[in-house]
């Protein structure tokens, strides 16, 4: 007699029984050795309703697959159920509207934009790899104006940053700092171990920074007055080495001119905020 097993994982070794008189029997026995092997393996025989309800299985999981990834992408797309609606800004869609209808009135309405929100916006690059130029027209040491142009309009840590820097610099010019008649220290040989005369630097003339205005910007370009008194060239020095450090690691200043009572397009007696314009007291 032969028996199926539906679940066998292979096929089945099958051993006849013979009589002793090596005869056929009427009905031959027929005994099934199943021997198991490493690993499990499909069923052979599959019934129709375990063939259905595992359709039914594969289909439900594929379902909740594409429901999983719907939210996935929806979560991404949105910035989750914390984030905030960036697409509701109504002066944003304003400007879209207006551009197909005027074009340049669109312009005008994001440079406005860029000015107003420019502390908002993240700049990948903070200084400017490429030397700051300096020039000099007609430089006045006890009367004159010092420009600046940066490659763009400053943000509020970056002015900051140049005040604080341009206050050092008439601090130390006003205690007589930077007077090149005194340079004993950087005048001599430093083989050996270094001296210092006080006498002889009590009894140099000293230099005293007088005055100065305080800075003012409109959009990249920024100015201030100064009254540096004696002609003392090292105090010039100080101040170019400070900002051309200062142009290479954080601002990028494109020009630093010295003197000129003009610059292009500079306006006078202009106070508007909107315009970019701003005073700052060193």
Known sequence: ????????????????SRHINNRLAPFSSVRL???????????????????????????????????TSQKGFSGRSRGGEDGKDFDKDPEFAEILGSCLDDPQKA????????????DK???????????MK?????????NS?????????????????????????????????????????????MDKRPSYDAISGANVTPTTFYNIGD????????????????????????????LTQISSDF???KQLAFGGSEYENWKENLTSEDAGCSFHKV
């Open 33 to 67: 050795s199943i021997k198991k092997r490493a690993g499990a393996r499909t069923p052979v025989f599959v019934s129709r309703e375990q063939k259905s309800q595992r359709d039914v299985d594969i289909d439900v999981e594929d379902e909740e697959d594409d429901t």
């Open 107 to 118: 312009r005008s309405k994001m440079e406005d934009r860029l000015k107003k929100k420019r």
């Open 121 to 131: 916006i993240l700049h990948t690059k903070t200084g400017s790899g490429t030397p």
């Open 134 to 142: 300096v020039t000099f027209n007609k430089f006045d040491f006890s």
């Open 251 to 253: 601002v990028g200043i």
């Open 215 to 242: 800075l003012e910007i409109q959009d990249n370009l920024a100015r201030i007055w100064v009254d540096i008194g004696t002609t003392e060239a090292l105090l010039l020095d100080v101040f170019i080495n400070a």
């Open 1 to 16: 007699m032969l028996i199926l097993n539906t679940c066998a994982p292979a096929l089945p070794f099958i051993e006849f």
């Open 145 to 189: 104006y010092i420009w600046f142009e940066f490659y763009n309009a400053p943000l509020e840590k970056d002015i900051t940053l140049i005040c604080d820097a341009i206050r050092a610099w008439h601090i130390i010019g006003r205690l007589g700092g930077c007077n090149s008649m005194n340079m004993q220290l950087s005048q001599s040989p």
